[in-house]
């Protein structure tokens, strides 16, 4: 079987393998409506007009008017040039068009990129940065590797010392400078080196 099937067996006795795809579950008469605008779109411009692709902001647009116009109590697209269809018909078209170019034409997404510092100034102020805590029991998040911390007699510090990225330890004494690899980068251990303090 594939990943995701799962056997079932009928009172007959036959067995079938299926997965999540489940076509029976989709209502058929919304699809055929929606199929429907698909081909009054195959009149109007050709076949697949649609999936020659085009920018992304185009489809949006007109997607968010038909569903506003269904939102002010419009149920169908009856204007001027309208398709007769259910505005949410057409709601259904745009986004399976956008999801079909979000895989196929990336060249055509033009939505509009915050500045990166506009971005991560808008974060601050939405995510303000949360107090680190100045003790800790052991050193197993990133954050931590900007600071030196001390442990009873040790100091610990994120190095790179020959070529090899990781936490070492030295004795808590300002002639020492050794530096040794420390047990903080294993997965899993017995000893608990902590806890440790920062400044």
């Known amino acids: 079987m594939s990943v995701g099937e799962v056997m079932t067996t009928s009172p007959t006795g036959g067995q079938k393998a299926g997965n999540d795809v489940r076509m029976s579950l989709l209502p058929v008469r919304e699809l055929l409506e929606v199929a429907e605008l698909y081909g009054k779109g195959a009149k109007k411009y050709s076949d697949h007009n649609w999936a020659k692709g085009y ?13 506003m ?34 895989k196929h034409f990336p060249e055509f997404d033009d ?10 100034k808008l974060g601050e102020q939405v995510w303000p ?11 197993d998040e990133e954050w931590m590797r900007e600071f030196e911390w001390r442990s009873r007699y ?7 010392d020959s070529g090899k990225s990781g936490w ?3 004795a808590d004494d300002p002639g020492y400078h050794r530096w040794s690899w420390s047990s903080e980068n294993l997965l899993t251990y017995t000893y608990n080196n902590g806890p440790f303090t920062r400044d």
């Open 168 to 170: 070492h330890y030295r």
């Open 111 to 120: 939505r509009f990129k915050i500045p990166k510092r506009l971005e991560e």
């Open 69 to 102: 116009e269904w939102w002010a109590g419009n149920e169908f697209d009856d204007g001027e040039g309208g398709t007769g269809q259910e505005h949410l018909d057409c709601v259904i078209f745009h986004a399976l068009t956008l999801k079909y170019f979000r």
């Open 154 to 160: 040790l100091i610990y510090a994120w190095r790179a």
């Open 55 to 67: 920018e992304w902001s185009k489809s949006y647009d007109a997607m968010n008017r038909h569903a």
């Open 129 to 139: 940065k949360v107090p680190r805590p100045r003790e800790v029991k052991n050193l």
